[in-house]
């Protein structure tokens, strides 16, 4: 690993200073330790904000429920308010990852982890989000890329809970240390075609401090599907709410984004009891625009899959019939 | 779970391994933990793509970063495989080292590679004309024929501790850590790579992290480190990163396997044309499928042939040869017993060559519940439950080993074997093989194994260590007994012979008195005494390795994912030592056989030829929530006095029994491995139209 400076936060004002300097955060530090010792990520000064505790938990507020940006995957699987309000959010992380690290890694640094995509993540291709000058997964081997396209990098977004907070239309909120930011989720994620070196909308300058979620949906359901079940990402994931008369449906890991399936919700429209047959429709409505690659075709009949499934469960309904 | 038929021929039905507190606790030492005072850092400089060069690399701005020692690079040296090495960098740390092939900041020539295999096999080549006549008969006759082509991946060792070697040459000889599975053939590697002579060099190997048939020599790694170490007079560190270790560390060759058999109407395989093609490295060599095998397939036609990739170089692994065999024939089995319409297990038993599988048929079906089985894609719904099997064995030849024992006067026991403990229990099996011979118990003896100055050993290949060892170490435990009576007789004024022993208690023959072991061993003139025992045949016994597996999978038909849900084996494997450690072995072998089944292979990038899966997050191995119930059966009959081996049989028979399981399942054969979602949608789409 290449030497870096260290420091530790203990307050937002100490964290906005060390912003300034140009150090970079570090919560749990599963992604960004591991793109350090890949040496793709090559930041010379880090700054742990683990702990500040306050940035930590889990609490009911306005008819919502704030969620800490330091709070662990863990921490969110395991809590009985989310699981009974809105179960589709701790079904995203009870099985993402290993045990290990869902005990460490966080909430914001979970919805700001890097791409997988295996070309960005070796420093031999020097690709487009990069800084290079071409983007390997168009010629060469896109088994686990985006199959609908957004611009000329063709990642998908790893986060398994994102699609969870854009479906129920979370708030984002941030700091500079002076003043709290606020970003609607549904706009917070960048396509390549927005800007080809960066996910989101988050500057250097500001920090998380807490996700919040202005309402429960009445309906929800978290669906993927994974080549292997100890920690894997899914091929294709969907989350499916309800609520004040809407359905919300997002796709995770086929996009560049978190993927709102607006044809798919336009199908279910108002309905809130969703049949086989419904599901079905809204499902082949979701990947309409899809655009596989040359080795990622399958994933498209997946992406199906887990519509159909997601919204039959969100109905409390057996999908495997 | 595990169940035992006869429990009377295991020396150790219960203990865990001796060394499972330092394994847990992580205080046992591995080649990868050495730190001497002064180590240097080295390691190669890799060639990243398949096919090409290094065109520049900034040698100078690597060579200035503090504490490199130094870098060397071949710019270009022309490489036909990623991984391929073209220098190499020393230097006084981990970091400095890392920091130097920054610098390097390569820029490469990359040619095309060779990366598919389906794109470059040549398809079947004629037989002779006499082998054709006969096939014409045997095609033409009214039988029953099947024709398939499958195909397997290629998967990499993947050894939890990578390939490495931790090197110390002074200036009155040479101390060496290696990871490896041939402590004493190292030795005499080290010896010739530093000139020194074998009785100055001593390797240790103490624990192993893996080998599974990658680790038999010195490789590019450890030469480096005996070389430098020399050079610079400081011990030198040359451990491979997990990137190296799939790109470089050995892989199991892919294969095409065509078959086309011909079955009579009453089941009997007539024969018929196998041609069987692995993928190996630009090289060539190292392919050798094993298939046909197990079963009477009558007048077999077979030719084989090597398809070279830019890839990395094929190694002996784990049953090499055989899982890839035995994934096509027992498919082929499959798809005969269903063009006779018969029931696979029956079929299986018309054909067997062996009486003891057909009676671990049998019990495998009972215990797997075989009779549940429905037919083909009979599941209601869309989760598909199915039910497959298959066979293996191994073959047992005597080899050479030998043994110290050294009984001390303190009643303890120590038992010294120049092999290796790869992950298997080999310090188990001669702790618990010495702790039964003598009738004592285990707490009361040590074996020690895993360094070059001990008595010679094999290496842990072909599933040979346990069966070679046993009789050595007993026989070096009866030389150490009747040391040890030879002591008693002058104290007792007797002859030896006339003295009995038998668990812990001997007999004073001149008064008829017991006197226990570490009385009897308080007696003994020096501080020890010690036993010189070697592979003795009256210690060999009876026993054979036959196997059948059984699995039930659940198939979910909308999405292609596979469950294994239960694997039941049943494992003759001769006389038993420590039965944890036996059972430990089988299902190893099935968790890594699901692993090749469903997940692993290695992903060439078809543009560059880079591997673009060499890590543990792509490169998917099976994960705790990935591996099944497994019922491991220790065959054990009475007529079983011998150890014999087991490693590698257990791990022949999964991916067939798995891709046999998920065509009932299904009603559509997946012939390609690793069965992924992706290959069960597109077998789908191919055989049925559509999917779910
Ligand atoms: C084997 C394995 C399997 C995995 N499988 C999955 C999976 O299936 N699904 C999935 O979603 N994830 C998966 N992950 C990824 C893992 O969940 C993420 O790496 C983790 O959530 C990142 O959280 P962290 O707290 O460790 O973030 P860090 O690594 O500390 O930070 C990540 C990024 O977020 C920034 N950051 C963190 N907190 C803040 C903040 N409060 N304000 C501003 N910036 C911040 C950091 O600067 C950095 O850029 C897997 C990881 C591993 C190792």
Redesign the interface.
């Known amino acids: 690993?290449?030497?870096f400076g260290y420091a530790e936060a203990e307050n937002a004002q100490g964290l906005a200073a060390a912003l300034g300097k140009g150090y970079r955060i570090k919560a749990g530090g599963i992604d960004l330790l591991d793109m350090m010792k890949e040496?793709i990520d090559k930041s010379e000064r880090i700054v742990s904000i683990t702990g500040m505790t306050e940035l930590r938990g889990i609490k009911e507020r306005d008819g919502g429920v704030a969620i800490g940006a330091l709070t662990t995957l863990n921490e969110i699987a395991r809590d009985e308010t989310l699981r009974k309000a809105f179960p589709a959010l701790p079904d995203t992380v009870c099985?993402a990852a290993?045990p290990q690290v869902r005990e460490v890694a966080t909430i914001a640094g979970n919805i700001l982890q890097r791409p997988?995509c295996?070309?960005f993540r070796?420093?031999?291709?020097n690709c487009l989000r990069k800084s290079g000058q071409a983007c390997?997964a168009v010629?060469?081997?896109n088994?686990?890329h985006s199959i609908y396209p957004m611009g000329a990098c063709h990642i998908t977004h790893p986060s398994n809970i994102a699609p969870a907070l854009v479906a129920v239309g979370a708030q984002i909120i941030a700091s500079d240390g002076k003043n709290p930011k606020s970003y609607d989720i549904r706009d917070f994620f960048l396509t390549p075609e927005q800007d080809l070196k960066r996910e989101n909308k988050l500057p250097q300058n500001e920090f998380i401090t807490e996700i919040f979620l202005p309402k429960m949906p009445e309906k929800s359901a978290y669906v993927e599907?994974?080549?292997?079940?100890?920690?894997?990402?899914p091929?294709a994931a969907c989350v499916a709410t309800y609520a004040d008369k809407k359905w919300s449906i997002i796709l995770a890991h086929v996009a560049p984004v978190p993927l709102r399936a607006t044809l798919a919700e336009n199908v279910v429209g108002e309905k809130a009891d969703i049949d086989e047959n419904l599901a079905l429709q809204a499902a082949e409505a979701a990947v309409k625009t899809a655009q596989p690659m040359a080795y990622n075709g399958?994933r498209v009949?997946?992406a199906k899959?887990v519509v159909r499934r997601a919204l039959l469960k969100a109905c409390g309904k057996d999908?495997?019939? | 779970m595990s169940e035992t038929t006869a429990p009377k021929n295991i020396m150790q039905p219960k203990e865990p391994r001796p060394d499972v507190r330092q394994k847990v606790t992580g205080t046992a030492r591995y080649t990868a933990d050495q730190y001497p005072a002064k180590v240097l850092y080295a390691r190669s400089v890799r060639f990243p793509f398949g096919k090409g060069s290094i065109v520049n690399a900034d040698v100078e701005k690597a060579r200035a970063i503090p504490g490199v020692v130094l870098v060397d690079v071949k710019k270009g040296k022309s490489v036909n495989y990623a991984g391929g090495i073209v220098g190499r960098i020393v230097a006084e740390s981990k970091d400095a080292l890392e920091d130097a092939m920054e610098a390097l900041n390569a820029t490469y020539e990359v040619e095309q590679s060779r990366t598919n295999p389906s794109k470059l096999y040549e398809g079947v080549p004629e037989a002779d004309a006499q082998a054709n006549a006969e096939l014409k008969g045997l095609f033409d006759g009214g039988l029953k024929v099947v024709e398939a082509t499958y195909t397997t991946q290629v998967q990499t060792h993947s050894c939890l501790e990578p390939h490495g070697s931790v090197v110390d040459v002074r200036q009155d000889g040479v101390e060496a850590w290696v990871s490896t599975q041939a402590v004493m053939a190292l030795e005499d590697a080290v010896s010739n790579t530093t000139d020194f002579p074998a009785s100055k060099v001593v390797v240790h190997s103490e624990f192993v992290g893996g080998g599974f048939g990658s680790k038999f020599s010195l490789g590019a790694e450890g030469t480096m480190a005996c070389r430098v170490s020399k050079e610079r007079a400081r011990p030198v560190r040359a451990i491979l990163n997990r990137s190296e270790e799939h790109c470089d560390g050995g892989n199991r060759p892919g294969s095409i396997q065509y078959m086309k058999i011909a079955v009579k109407d009453s089941g009997e395989i007539a024969g018929g044309r196998v041609h069987v093609v692995s993928t190996v490295d630009a090289d060539g060599g190292g392919g050798g499928i094993r298939n046909p095998n197990y079963y009477k397939f009558g007048n077999v036609v077979r030719t084989e042939g090597d398809l070279a990739l830019n890839g990395g170089k094929p190694q002996a692994f784990r049953a090499p040869g055989f899982p890839q065999g035995s994934f096509a024939l027992e498919s082929m089995m499959d798809e005969l017993a269903a063009a006779v319409k018969m029931d696979p297990v029956a079929f299986r038993k018309l054909n067997e060559t062996s009486r003891r599988r057909i009676e671990q048929f049998d019990r495998g079906a009972e215990l797997i519940g075989w009779k549940d089985r429905k037919a083909d894609g009979g599941t209601p719904g869309r989760i598909k439950i199915g039910y497959g099997c298959a066979a293996g064995s191994w073959g047992n030849g005597k080899g050479k080993c030998s043994s110290d024992c050294e009984i001390h006067r303190s009643g303890e026991v120590e038992v010294r074997v120049g092999i290796q403990d790869i992950g298997t229990g080999a310090s188990t099996v001669v702790t618990d093989t010495a702790a039964w011979h003598l009738g004592l118990p285990r707490t009361m003896v040590t074996g020690k194994v895993g360094n070059s100055d001990y008595p010679p050993g094999p290496g842990s290949g072909g599933s040979v260590t346990t069966r070679m060892t046993v009789p050595a170490v007993r026989d070096s435990a009866e030389k150490a007994l009747g040391e040890l009576k030879k002591e008693l007789a002058s104290v007792w004024k007797t002859e030896p012979d006339k003295i009995s022993y038998g668990e812990g208690v001997f007999v004073n023959p001149t008064n008829n008195q017991n006197v226990a072991w570490k009385d009897a061993c308080a007696m003994m003139s020096g501080a020890s005494v010690v036993g010189h025992g070697r592979f003795n045949d009256e210690y060999w016994g009876e026993g054979g390795s036959d196997t059948v597996q059984f699995v039930k999978v659940e198939v979910d038909s909308e999405t292609g994912v596979v469950k294994v849900k239960k694997v039941v084996a049943i494992q003759a494997c001769g006389q038993v030592c420590n039965r944890l450690t036996a059972e430990n072995q089988v299902c190893g072998g099935i968790i890594q056989g699901i692993s090749f089944a469903l997940f692993e292979q290695r992903m060439l990038d078809p543009m560059t030829g880079g591997q673009l899966n060499a890590d543990f997050i792509n490169y998917k191995v099976a994960g705790p929530v990935d591996v099944p119930e497994i019922v491991a059966v220790l065959d054990v009959r009475d007529t079983d006095t011998g150890a014999r081996s087991i490693g590698e049989p257990s791990t022949i028979p999964t991916a067939g029994a798995i891709a046999n399981a998920v065509a009932n399942a299904l009603g559509v054969r997946v012939r390609h491995l690793p069965i992924t979602p992706q290959r069960v949608l597109e077998a789908m789409l191919e055989q049925k139209g559509a999917i779910a």
Do not use: I
């Open positions: 690993m290449r030497s040496r099985n290993t997988r295996w070309f070796q420093a031999e291709y390997y010629a060469g081997d088994t686990y599907v994974k080549e292997k079940q100890s920690f894997d990402w091929l399958f009949h997946l899959a999908f495997h019939a």
